[in-house]
């Protein structure tokens, strides 16, 4: 709810608004806003006007959720809202605290003056959900900083401290604390000077300063050609701030304006918003409210020490919470913690982390021996190899060390979290926390909610993964969860291709132009082909009916299992992550096709993604339908964040909704035409049937709120 407040100091008038968390200008504010500036304007005791934000902050900007919808255009838009400042007849002040972004430093710059606290951060944020700043700020803000600085700020997209704008004109004053009493002195000097015959500056009269302004926007258009080459909006950004060079004002923002309708319709502005909103609906969990009480977290433990366990140790060590660290043998142990430090020795040698603050992360580290020493922890997470037996051994250990209250998590990617939570005799403290590798790079976290697990362990483990600065997304039980269960079919069609006639290089280049950080078999070599191998083995056991072609078994029974065999689906040499073409692969591909029967053909680019990226959609539609992921975004930000899916597509849900469901479904018939890629798998899923027929779109299911 918005909150508007206006208080006299002497004659000049202090409005502040508030809309939490951030202070968006939405529609209530902006009418209000602008209702207060006018009445402020009409009072005759009034000779000045500051304007600041609540809660220790100016604003944020735009409501983004009204994209596209009425309340954005209306009256009072944000332009209007601008207008009735930059134009009004007494001098207006902005005092800027906390964050000043988007819209709120689109209004900060309408007004005659800027007084901002030295911990104040500025920014322009719009290129990253593929617009460019609407309301003025790509023609006022050249006009204070000049165009080489509104460049950086403009397509860098990240919030600037204040403090390095002070002497320019942008900023009239940098004040320790709260910025109010100085804009309030400020606002009456500038009153009586006004009064005395003076002006009232506005950046809109000012021109565009420098004269290499040209080369400039030139070279940015180059760097930005080639750095960008998917995400229109920094070249739209140019072109605005080059109209705020070259052009009058008026002329400039209206140029804005056009470029900013164009980027509106863009699919990759669409998906950067639905990125966006995806990440903050991730948090939500419909049945636990933010009230819910969490338990503490003051000190955690992490057994297994190979490659997964340290990492998530170092997620905990960069948050300041003391780890003790368990192996079942002094070698693996030693390996462990050497491991974290040489991690912390690469950090330093970067220069992107001191040598006192390595080692007061490294200080937090106790390595034990010994499950009696990790009792006190109040949280364990478990990251031994994937085999239930062995996961079982160990919760059968924990439930009898650790403290009542403790959470037992387990990192476990694909085994089922109620049987491990069955094992002890405490299963609403059990939780899955998957993390992906390196788990101290990866972003992604996903929490697995087993059918025992309680509200408030659910709520401790959400509010954790802020704190180890990860994107948290919640999943049912499954076998693989929403992002394993999803990639298994993934995989399942890359190798059925490869014995149709695609080569491995075919397929990852083709998944690769469509924007993947990583094709299908280049991501397995990195991971390691026997994590797969091992599944399949599972799967052979569990799910006999379930197809599979046979040529990444054969692949691991040479011992070729990625990079660190140096031989894999390509071939690798000593110190050299580059693949390189493999004889011995494409004879073995050749062996298998001739053995199972199949002439080789030609597979184009658009079948290689089809099949792809359609099975992810296909898979996750049924995880939609049986409840594992809580709405289709959750889905899309799983394997942005953890699988590389490119980010100006959304997500493999968004990418569905943009080409409609209905095609989605058509093409998996025509897909399931082919004998070889599992024809069954490709009956699309209920859900997308239902759609389909309704004309529905993935991201309008579930409780995206």
């Known amino acids: 709810m918005s909150t508007i407040s206006t208080a006299r100091q002497g004659s000049v008038a202090v409005i502040r608004f508030g809309e939490p968390p951030v202070n968006s200008l939405g529609a209530r504010t902006r009418a209000e806003l602008t209702a207060a500036v006018d009445a402020a304007v009409a009072d ?22 009204e994209f596209g919808t009425p309340a954005m255009l209306a009256a009072p838009n944000l332009h209007n809202v601008i207008a009735s400042v930059e134009t009004s007849p007494k001098p207006v002040v902005a005092a800027i605290e906390g964050n000043c972004l988007g819209g709120g430093l689109e209004l900060a710059l309408g007004c005659h003056y800027r007084v901002a606290s030295e911990g104040a951060r500025l920014g322009l944020p719009e290129v990253k959900i593929g617009l460019l700043p609407g309301a003025g700020g790509t023609q006022r803000l050249p006009r204070l900083i000049g165009v080489e600085n509104a460049i950086n700020v403009i397509l860098g997209g990240e919030p600037v401290p204040a403090k390095l704008f002070k002497g320019s004109p942008l900023l009239d004053a940098l004040v320790a604390g709260d910025p109010v009493p100085s804009a309030v002195a400020l606002a009456a000097e500038k009153a009586a000077a006004l009064a005395a015959g003076g002006k009232l500056p506005k950046a809109r009269d ?43 004002f008026d002329e400039g923002l209206a140029r804005e304006r056009e470029l900013f309708g164009e980027l509106m319709l863009t ?50 060590l960069n948050a300041g919470i003391p780890v003790k660290l368990l192996e079942v043998g002094q070698e693996a142990l030693d390996k462990g913690v050497a491991r974290i430090r040489d991690t912390y020795a690469g950090q330093v040698k970067k220069g992107r982390l001191k ?44 439930d009898k060390v650790m403290k009542p209250g403790a959470i037992l998590a387990t990192n476990t990617s694909t085994l089922d979290v109620d049987h491990i939570a069955a094992i002890t005799k405490r299963p609403a403290d059990v939780i899955g926390t998957h993390f992906f590798s390196p788990a101290n790079v990866m972003r992604l976290l996903e929490v697995v909610r087993g059918k025992a697990t309680a509200k408030d362990v659910l709520a401790t483990t959400m509010k954790l993964a802020k704190s180890l600065k990860k994107t948290a997304v919640v999943s049912g039980v499954c076998d693989g969860f929403i992002g394993n269960r999803m990639i298994e079919q993934y995989s399942r069609q890359a190798l059925f291709m490869v014995d149709e006639g695609a080569s491995p290089a075919e397929i990852d280049g083709a998944i690769e132009k469509f924007g993947f950080a990583m094709g299908p078999f280049r991501m397995s070599d990195l991971a390691g082909n026997d ?19 046979k040529i990444g078994d054969k692949l691991c029974e040479l011992g070729r299992f990625g990079q660190k065999t140096q031989a894999g689906w390509y071939d690798y040499r000593p110190g050299d992550r580059t693949a390189y073409p493999s004889k011995v692969v494409d004879d073995l591909i050749a062996a298998n096709r001739a053995a199972i029967g199949v002439k080789p053909r030609r597979l184009d680019a658009r079948e290689i993604v089809d099949r792809l990226v359609l099975a992810l959609v296909n898979e996750a539609a049924r995880i939609l339908e049986e409840g594992i992921a809580l709405r289709a975004s959750d889905i899309d930000v799983v394997y942005l964040t953890g699988y590389g899916f490119p980010v100006w597509r959304g997500g493999p849900m968004c990418y569905a909704d943009e080409l409609g469901v ?37 991201n309008s299911v579930g409780a995206r709120s």
């Open 662 to 698: 209905y095609a989605v479904a058509q093409r998996m018939r025509e897909l399931g035409r082919n004998p070889y890629g599992d024809p069954g798998f490709w009956t699309p899923a209920p859900l997308i049937q239902r759609l389909a027929a309704s004309g529905g779109a993935f």
């Open 267 to 316: 699919p990759v502005s669409r998906a950067l918003r639905n990125a966006f909103f995806a990440e903050r609906a991730a948090a939500k969990i419909p049945d636990v409210p933010e009230s819910t009480p969490t338990r503490t977290i003051g000190a955690a433990a992490v057994i297994g020490a190979g490659t997964m366990g340290t990492g998530i140790a170092i997620n905990f």
């Open 206 to 248: 000012r021109k565009v300063p420098g004269g290499a302004n040209e080369a400039l926007l030139g070279f940015a258009r180059t760097t930005v050609g080639a750095t960008f080459p998917n995400f229109p909006a920094p070249l739209k950004c140019l072109d605005a701030i080059e109209a705020a060079a070259t052009k009058s």
């Open 355 to 398: 040598p006192a603050d390595a080692e007061a992360r490294a200080a937090l580290l106790t390595p034990t021996l010994r499950y009696e020493d990790v009792g006190g922890a109040d949280i364990v997470i478990e990251a031994v190899f994937e085999d239930m037996a062995v996961k079982e051994k160990v919760f059968g250990t924990l």
């Open 531 to 549: 994590i797969g191998w091992h599944i399949r083995k599972r799967r052979a056991i569990e799910h006999p009916q379930m197809a599979y072609s």
């Open 44 to 65: 005759p005791a009034v000779t000045a006007i500051v304007i600041a934000g609540q809660n220790g902050l100016f604003s944020a900007g735009a409501d983004i959720r």
